[in-house]
Nanobody, 120 residues
């Protein structure tokens, strides 16, 4: 069974940076598309960024484009989210997602999240 464990969240001042990590286990990491989502208090979970299994496909939401960078290290079974120029609107629980996409179905796994708080 695939397990995802996020880390790196915490309290950061506006304008600061954080790097989130998501450790993958229980499967073949290189076969999964990886992504980051976030959920702020009282709001729905929203897409942040994703990276394809071969690292060629990179996507991010308009709200974080040019500030957040997703990357992966297939040798370490880890996906990262480098977050720069953080502001209060970035405060949320950040979740890691793994998708194994086949011609017939998509299998999805979620981590439990890591909290990012942007405040002075």
């Amino acid at each position: 069974q695939v397990q995802l464990v996020e880390s790196g969240g915490g309290l950061v001042q506006p304008g600061g940076s954080l790097r989130l990590s998501c450790a993958f286990s229980g499967g073949t990491f290189s076969a999964y598309r990886m992504g980051w989502f976030r959920q702020a208090p009282g709001k729905e979970r929203e897409f942040v960024a994703s990276i394809s299994s071969d690292t060629i496909g990179l996507y991010s939401s308009d709200s974080v484009k040019d500030r957040f960078i997703i990357s992966r290290d297939n040798a370490k079974n880890t996906v990262y989210l480098q977050m720069n120029s953080l502001n209060a609107d970035d405060t949320a629980n950040y979740y890691c997602k793994a998708d194994q996409v086949t011609a017939f179905h998509t299998i999805t796994f979620w981590g439990k999240g890591t909290l990012v708080t942007v405040s002075s």
